[in-house]
Structure formats: structure tokens, C-alpha cells
């Protein structure tokens, strides 16, 4: 019996990818190894929208190398956007690799390590399935249900944005017919998840292939705010969500992620308001509060339009929670476009904020732009950019402190407890008199730590008995999971 490792760096879409290549490896009859010296086969799944990540790729395959010295049949194989972005450049500079896929080509997966075992020349595959897009859904796989997990509805970028890789990496959009993507999260369901998250590169600017979701009209269509009028959007991800929640009812939450601001019409601020499912916390990534900067990303809206469109959101959903992603650093970022952005943030009150120093990536449009922000200057505003949104951040958590929240639980605490998620998407860690790992738990809100929320559950049922701990000071904060759902999206 063959085993495989697979080793993940990134977003959730890789973490999702990383996924489907377990179930692939799984029906082709491969089994899980406990770690890398009892694996046959290795495989990195690999990033490149930010970090020097071909170098951390080098070291890994560098490390992974002398393993292979010592076991020559031992297999590396790397997916992911570095294999999608290097394709032959990978084996020519590092020979040990036997293997590199593209993320579309997980399905070939067991073919080409056959191949190699069999003593071919080393594989690559880097094309996009352009003319025939394919999805891999979990119904394949025979593992159960998590409590929270993915859907894929879209994927590829036919966004611009200059500082972006995800265009070359993942390729033009393609989307899942609505059917497909209900069919998995109605299984999803069935084998006893409560909470799905729509992923795509830009979620929203879903359209149903084979047009079955319900159709808007322009106005209806028009993304909120000043001069969106006659913009139409082509998007018919509100549909979707709509189609989701009639169709599978006894689905608990529903989120999604990453969507673009572009998106964000009438018609998808509509079903906020309506869908009960959908979670009050949206991802909705900004990137600058600077017009000129956004200008020069190519976001396509101007920091009124993000304001107005945020600001019809939260009317719409009161209570709704919201987090973003930032670049500190893009190419000509000035002190003073720099402090729009804090302005922003500052205006908008945002959960969590991601902040990201600009790094140059390979093939896209920002290069000709140069990288003159310091390095310095760049670690100096993330600090400030940090310093306040972890503020803010503390100040929403201390707010939550008296009142309740239904918490569906993800099981067990890193140190002791359980631990779940609210729909505006605070973790909160409580005790409780048996597991409800699962389940939606009403928690009254005792306690605010520095990244999540303590509680005791309301029932009497789940209250924990005496001697128990209370949550508090007394309690550890474990310490701030990077859990998948936490990272954020390529976009
Ligand atoms: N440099 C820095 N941050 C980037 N991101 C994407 N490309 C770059 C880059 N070249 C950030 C964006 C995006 C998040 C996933 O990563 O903020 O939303």
C-alpha cells in the first residue's frame, strides 16, 4: 500500500484543493501516512500570492530531497499556484521533484504518479480546463461530515487587480452549474454539516452556466451608490444563495468567501436582509482607503462607493460584522494615501483586518510600477495599520460581553472546553456538561479575550457542573487558531 503526505500552504481555496487531492489519492486506493517518514509519496500544495513562497518551496524540497536520498522511491510532487505560475522551470531547477500539477489537474493526480513510479521522465501538467471546466466535489469522498465546511462554487479571476497573481495562476472564471453546487451542500447536510462557506475567487460574480438560479433585473442588479445606476453587474450570485436556501432548508449557516466589492448590488444586500441562513459577518476586502492607490490596483471602485455599498449592508443587517484585507506598500503609496486608509478602517469599524505588505509578484501588471515603499516604511504602517484594528477588534469583543449568541460548536477546545463560532463569526470558548460539538448552542456572553469570547451556555441542560471552570481571567486564552476559516481569501 502506497501512503501520501500532503503538506499545505495558503488560502482556503488550497486548503479546500488539498482536500479534493486526498479524496482523489484516496479512491485511487493510496492511504493517508501519519507524517512524512512513513509517506511514499509527498505532496506540497503551494502558494504564491504573497510570500518569497518559491523559497520556502526550495527549502521544503531541499529537505524533502534528502529524505529521498535515503529513500529513493520516495515521490514529490507539487501543486498549487507556484506549480501552475513555474511549471517546467520547477523540475529543470529542482530535479527531485517527479511531479507538478496545476490546480486543475487533481483528477490526474493517480495517472501521473503511476507514471512516475513506473519510471517516466518527471510530470507536469499546467493547463486550465478552460473548454471543460471540472469541479471535485467532496461527494466522492466517504469521509464524515465536519461541521463546517467548503463548497467551490467558482473558480479562476477575471479580475485585473495590478498587484494580483491569481489570474495567471488559477485562470479565467468558471463557474458550477447551481446544480452541482446545491446537490454537495445538500449532502454536506446530510452527512451532518451545519455550516457552509461558498468559495470562489470572486464569489459573487457567480453566474449560473445553465441559468437556472433566478435572474435579477438591472436596477436590481446595480451595485449601490453614486453613478452605479446603468452599470449593470452580470453577477447572479444572489441567486444562488437564494436557490441554496429554499432548497436545502435544514442547512444551519451559510457564508461565503472572497467576494469583490463590485458585487455588491441591490439584489445581494436584498437576500442579506431576507436569507435567515446567511451568517451576519461578511469578508469584503478593500485594500486601500486611497482612491489614487485604488486606482492603481485597478479595483474598479472608488472608497465612496466601498463606504456607500458597506453602509446599505449594514442597514440592511444590523449587527452584521465585517473584515477586510489591506496592502500597505503598493507601488507610489504615499504617508498621505496611507493615512486615507487608516481613516477608513477607522470609519468602518471592521472585526478583523488582514494586512498585507506589497510584494512584487511575477507577471502582474504592478510590476512595471517598481516596489518604492521601503521595506521599513512598509513594516512601519502594517505595525499602525495593526495596532488599530486590533483595537477596534477589542473594543467589538468587549462590547459582545452581556449578551447572547448562538454558537454552533466545532468541537473541543485547544485547551479544554469547546469551542464554536457565532454567525458574526467571534469564537467563543465555554464549558459545557456533555459535548455539543455540532450543534447551535445559545451562549450568554461572560467575557471578552483578546481574540475570541468566553461564555456559559444558557440551557441547563449544557451548563457545566460545579467545579467546572468559569470563563474568565482564570481561563488561558488558547492561543488564536489559524484555522482555514480564518485565513484570508486570494482575491
Ligand atoms: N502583495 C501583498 N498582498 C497581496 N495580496 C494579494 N496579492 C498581494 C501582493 N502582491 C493580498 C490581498 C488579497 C489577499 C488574499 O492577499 O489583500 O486580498
Same mark, same amino acid.
Given at each position: 500500500m502506497?501512503r501520501?503526505?500532503v *503538506?499545505?500552504?495558503?488560502?482556503?481555496?488550497?486548503? &479546500?484543493?488539498?482536500?479534493r487531492?486526498r +479524496?482523489v489519492?484516496d479512491?485511487a486506493?493510496y492511504?493517508?501516512?501519519?507524517?512524512?517518514?512513513?509517506a511514499?509519496?509527498v505532496l506540497?500544495?503551494?502558494?504564491s500570492?504573497?510570500?518569497? %513562497?518559491e523559497?520556502?518551496?526550495?527549502?521544503?524540497?531541499?529537505?524533502?530531497?534528502? @529524505?529521498?536520498?535515503?529513500?529513493?522511491?520516495?515521490? *514529490?510532487a507539487?501543486a498549487?499556484?507556484?506549480?501552475?505560475?513555474?511549471? =517546467?522551470?520547477?523540475v529543470k531547477?529542482m530535479p527531485q521533484?517527479d511531479?507538478?500539477?496545476?490546480?486543475? &489537474?487533481?483528477a490526474a493526480?493517480?495517472?501521473?504518479?503511476?507514471?512516475v513510479?513506473?519510471?517516466?521522465l518527471?510530470?507536469v501538467?499546467?493547463?486550465? +480546463?478552460?473548454d471543460?471546466p471540472?469541479?471535485?466535489?467532496s461527494?466522492l469522498?466517504?469521509?464524515?461530515?465536519?461541521?463546517?465546511?467548503?463548497?467551490?462554487?467558482m473558480k !479562476?479571476?477575471?479580475?485585473?487587480?495590478?498587484?494580483c497573481?491569481?489570474p495567471?495562476?488559477r485562470?479565467?472564471e468558471?463557474?458550477? #452549474?447551481?446544480?452541482?453546487?446545491i446537490a454537495e451542500v445538500?449532502?454536506l447536510?446530510?452527512r451532518?454539516t451545519?455550516?457552509?462557506?461558498? @468559495?470562489g475567487q470572486?464569489v459573487d460574480?457567480y453566474?449560473?452556466?445553465?441559468r437556472?438560479?433566478e435572474r435579477?433585473?438591472?436596477? =436590481?442588479n446595480a451595485?449601490?451608490?453614486?453613478?452605479?445606476?446603468?452599470r449593470r +453587474?452580470? %453577477?447572479e450570485?444572489p441567486?444562488?444563495?437564494?436557490?441554496?436556501?429554499?432548497r436545502?432548508p435544514?442547512?444551519?449557516?451559510?457564508r461565503?468567501t472572497s467576494?469583490?466589492?463590485?458585487h455588491?448590488t441591490?439584489r445581494? $444586500?436584498?437576500?442579506?436582509?431576507e436569507?435567515?441562513?446567511?451568517?451576519?459577518?461578511?469578508?469584503?476586502p478593500v485594500?486601500s482607503?486611497?482612491?489614487r492607490?485604488?486606482?492603481r490596483?485597478?479595483?474598479?471602485?472608488?472608497?465612496a462607493e466601498?463606504?456607500?455599498? $458597506?453602509?446599505?449592508?449594514r442597514q440592511?443587517?444590523?449587527?452584521?460584522t465585517l473584515s477586510?484585507?489591506? $496592502?500597505v506598500g503598493f507601488?507610489?503609496?504615499?504617508?498621505e494615501?496611507?493615512?486615507k486608509?487608516?481613516?477608513?478602517?477607522?470609519?468602518?469599524?471592521?472585526?478583523?483586518?488582514?494586512?498585507?505588505k506589497?510584494? #512584487?509578484?511575477?507577471f502582474t501588471p504592478?510590476?512595471?510600477? !517598481? +516596489?518604492?515603499?521601503?521595506?521599513?516604511?512598509k %513594516?512601519e504602517? @502594517?505595525a499602525r495599520?495593526?495596532?488599530?484594528s486590533?483595537?477596534?477588534?477589542a473594543r467589538?469583543?468587549?462590547?459582545?460581553?452581556?449578551?447572547t449568541?448562538?454558537?454552533l460548536?466545532?468541537?473541543?477546545g485547544?485547551r479544554?472546553?469547546?469551542?464554536?463560532r457565532? =454567525?458574526?463569526n467571534?469564537?467563543?470558548h465555554f464549558?459545557a456538561?456533555h459535548?455539543p460539538t455540532?450543534?447551535?448552542?445559545?451562549?450568554?456572553? %461572560?467575557?471578552?479575550?483578546? &481574540?475570541s469570547?468566553?461564555?456559559?451556555p444558557t440551557?441547563?441542560?449544557?451548563?457545566?457542573g460545579p467545579?467546572?471552570r468559569?470563563? !474568565? #481571567?482564570?481561563v488561558? =486564552?488558547?492561543?488564536?487558531?489559524r484555522?482555514p476559516?480564518?485565513l484570508p481569501?486570494l482575491h
Amino acid at each position: 500500500m502506497r501512503r501520501y503526505h500532503v *503538506i499545505t500552504f495558503g488560502c482556503q481555496m488550497n486548503e &479546500h484543493d488539498s482536500d479534493r487531492i486526498r +479524496d482523489v489519492l484516496d479512491e485511487a486506493g493510496y492511504l493517508p501516512a501519519a507524517g512524512l517518514e512513513s509517506a511514499d509519496i509527498v505532496l506540497l500544495n503551494t502558494c504564491s500570492v504573497r510570500e518569497k %513562497s518559491e523559497q520556502k518551496l526550495r527549502s521544503e524540497v531541499g529537505r524533502l530531497g534528502m @529524505l529521498k536520498r535515503e529513500r529513493p522511491s520516495l515521490v *514529490i510532487a507539487v501543486a498549487g499556484c507556484v506549480a501552475q505560475q513555474e511549471g =517546467e522551470r520547477l523540475v529543470k531547477r529542482m530535479p527531485q521533484i517527479d511531479v507538478v500539477i496545476g490546480p486543475d &489537474h487533481a483528477a490526474a493526480l493517480p495517472r501521473l504518479l503511476e507514471e512516475v513510479e513506473q519510471g517516466s521522465l518527471p510530470r507536469v501538467r499546467t493547463s486550465f +480546463d478552460v473548454d471543460a471546466p471540472r469541479f471535485l466535489s467532496s461527494i466522492l469522498s466517504g469521509r464524515r461530515g465536519r461541521v463546517s465546511d467548503f463548497v467551490t462554487v467558482m473558480k !479562476g479571476c477575471d479580475e485585473r487587480c495590478t498587484f494580483c497573481v491569481v489570474p495567471t495562476t488559477r485562470g479565467p472564471e468558471r463557474y458550477r #452549474p447551481s446544480e452541482e453546487i446545491i446537490a454537495e451542500v445538500e449532502r454536506l447536510v446530510q452527512r451532518g454539516t451545519a455550516e457552509v462557506t461558498l @468559495l470562489g475567487q470572486t464569489v459573487d460574480s457567480y453566474v449560473d452556466p445553465l441559468r437556472n438560479v433566478e435572474r435579477s433585473t438591472p436596477i =436590481e442588479n446595480a451595485p449601490v451608490g453614486r453613478g452605479a445606476y446603468g452599470r449593470r +453587474d452580470e %453577477s447572479e450570485f444572489p441567486g444562488l444563495l437564494r436557490a441554496i436556501a429554499e432548497r436545502v432548508p435544514a442547512l444551519g449557516r451559510l457564508r461565503y468567501t472572497s467576494p469583490h466589492p463590485r458585487h455588491l448590488t441591490r439584489r445581494l $444586500i436584498e437576500a442579506h436582509r431576507e436569507l435567515a441562513v446567511l451568517a451576519k459577518h461578511v469578508h469584503m476586502p478593500v485594500q486601500s482607503g486611497s482612491d489614487r492607490v485604488l486606482k492603481r490596483m485597478l479595483r474598479r471602485y472608488t472608497v465612496a462607493e466601498y463606504s456607500e455599498r $458597506i453602509a446599505a449592508l449594514r442597514q440592511a443587517v444590523p449587527g452584521l460584522t465585517l473584515s477586510t484585507d489591506i $496592502i500597505v506598500g503598493f507601488p507610489g503609496e504615499t504617508a498621505e494615501d496611507f493615512e486615507k486608509t487608516l481613516e477608513l478602517v477607522d470609519a468602518i469599524g471592521f472585526a478583523g483586518v488582514y494586512g498585507f505588505k506589497y510584494s #512584487p509578484r511575477p507577471f502582474t501588471p504592478a510590476l512595471k510600477l !517598481g +516596489d518604492d515603499v521601503t521595506a521599513e516604511e512598509k %513594516s512601519e504602517r @502594517l505595525a499602525r495599520l495593526f495596532d488599530l484594528s486590533e483595537g477596534q477588534r477589542a473594543r467589538h469583543l468587549e462590547r459582545c460581553v452581556g449578551s447572547t449568541a448562538q454558537v454552533l460548536v466545532e468541537g473541543p477546545g485547544d485547551r479544554g472546553g469547546y469551542t464554536g463560532r457565532t =454567525e458574526r463569526n467571534e469564537i467563543v470558548h465555554f464549558d459545557a456538561a456533555h459535548d455539543p460539538t455540532g450543534q447551535f448552542v445559545e451562549v450568554a456572553i %461572560s467575557y471578552a479575550f483578546r &481574540h475570541s469570547l468566553g461564555g456559559v451556555p444558557t440551557s441547563p441542560a449544557l451548563q457545566p457542573g460545579p467545579g467546572s471552570r468559569a470563563p !474568565g #481571567p482564570r481561563v488561558v =486564552e488558547p492561543q488564536p487558531t489559524r484555522s482555514p476559516r480564518m485565513l484570508p481569501m486570494l482575491h
